[in-house]
């Protein structure tokens, strides 16, 4: 089964020519259910993780004190916009805390990555550690296989500068009062039939690897690398949702064996980040093994 992006509304750069130079792809990983192995890129499934080699724990100041919960893994062969790791590592792994007991307020996440050489693993660690105790459901993924597939993406309409920004906003700010209109007229005409470069053709939603970071929640920030100083870039979004009401057009389309099962549902990992939003997961491109920092919105 594969899963296709339908075509965005309009042309964004026929549009707004300067989006050009802002174009970026990402690499959407629509995960669905399914039963994924060590050797697969996938969401709660068992990892690529070498016998003997000791299991990562939570080491916050709380009362948990247990191993992490693995996440997800993502093999570079799978991934296109998959950044590269350091020191030609080809797999990345994620992990996190099951509990909300961290950070300055102690109600942070408390995420951890792990990349490695694939080919350096001969015999995989089985049974793998699992949490004795979760302090919240949607932490805990369920098992997904991926179904990579590379998608165009533009800024945040806020990183806009300049008159492209204006240009942008305008046509944006037009849109929705068309749509606004719309949903009053006697025609009953829906507001889907007005694109918003904000829902339509920027950040594409769900689980991705590349592109461009939504800032939904805490408006645009900076990501500075605290090893060097240089702007950061999006490695991976972990979506509670694969697509919401106002990102429809994302959608994405089954096609294949099995492409009716399970094709409606938006919440096949079943985890859910923060107040159901998403977490961002930001690297140093001038050096990998630099540490990364995080985002939840």
């Not at 100041?61 to 693995?70: I, N, S, T």
């Not at 916009?81 to 030609?88: F, H, N, V």
């Not at 806020?158 to 606004?180: F, I, K, M, S």
């Not at 490695?235 to 089954?254: F, G, M, Q």
Request: charged content about 20%; proline content about 11%.
């Amino acid at each position: 089964m594969t899963f296709t992006t339908p075509p965005r509304p309009l042309d964004a750069e026929a549009f707004f020519p300067g989006l050009a130079a802002h174009r970026a792809t990402a690499t959407r990983l629509h995960p669905r259910a399914g039963g994924p192995t060590a050797r697969d890129s996938h969401v709660g499934g068992p990892l690529l993780w070498p016998t003997g080699e000791p299991w990562p724990v939570c080491d916050e100041p709380h009362r948990y004190g247990g191993p992490l919960l693995a996440v997800a893994q993502l093999y570079a062969r799978d991934v296109p916009d998959l950044a590269p790791g350091p020191d030609g590592c080809d797999l990345l792994q994620v992990f996190w805390c099951p509990f909300d007991l961290h950070g300055p307020t102690g109600y942070g996440m408390h995420v951890r990555l792990r990349w490695r050489r694939s080919a350096e693993v001969r015999e995989v660690l089985a049974p793998q550690p699992q949490p004795g105790r979760v302090g919240f459901d949607g932490y805990v993924p369920e098992p997904c296989v991926l179904h990579p597939e590379q998608v165009t993406e533009y800024p945040y309409i806020e990183l806009l500068t300049g008159e492209l920004g204006e240009r942008v906003q305008e046509w944006e700010d037009a849109q929705e009062e068309a749509a606004y209109e719309a949903e009053g007229g006697d025609e009953g005409e829906e507001a889907a039939a007005w694109p918003s470069y904000q829902s339509d053709l920027s950040v594409a939603p769900g689980w991705k690897a590349g592109g461009h970071a939504a800032w939904n929640v805490t408006g645009p920030g900076r990501m500075d690398c605290p090893g060097c100083g240089h702007a950061m870039r999006l490695l991976l979004t972990v979506d509670s949702y694969e697509w919401r009401s106002d990102s429809e057009s994302w959608r994405p389309r089954p096609t294949g064996a099995g492409a009716g099962a399970g094709a409606d549902a938006n919440r096949p990992t079943g985890v859910a980040v923060g107040n159901f939003g998403k977490l961002n997961v930001f690297a140093c491109p001038q050096d990998p093994a630099h540490p990364h920092r995080f985002s939840v919105q």
